[in-house]
């Protein structure tokens, strides 16, 4: 390769000029690996946290308690199909009747 009407300083330069490019490119893609590993490291006092007040705590065990619950109180069922069968259920419709109303916030 023939290099007329330069300085050599000049073509050195522009060598230079290419070379500086290419290490700032390097040293950019290692700075982004340096900040991932940074990152990485982070303590736990920078790091999200979430809390759960004793509140929530009751309201869970709770809700966990009553999912443990039977829907039906077949003993219950089962009483009451015995005295309705042998015809001795006999229920106060008085009673019935406040019972349904005070459900209501009526007054009787």
């Excluded at 900040?35 to 869970?60: C, F, T």
Aim: glycine content about 4%.
């Amino acid at each position: 390769m023939k290099i007329e009407g330069n300085v050599p300083s000049q073509v050195v330069d522009s060598y230079r000029k290419v070379d500086s490019r290419k290490q700032a490119e390097v040293n950019k893609a290692s700075d982004v690996g340096r900040d991932q590993d940074a990152k990485a490291r982070m303590p736990e006092e920078m790091s999200d946290n979430v809390s759960i007040s004793d509140e929530a705590k009751l309201r869970a065990l709770a809700q966990k308690t009553l999912e443990k619950l039977p829907d039906v109180r077949q003993e219950k069922v089962d009483r009451l199909s015995k005295l309705i069968q042998s015809g001795r259920y006999n229920p106060d419709a008085e009673k019935i009747a406040e019972k349904i109303l005070s459900g209501l916030s009526i007054k009787v």
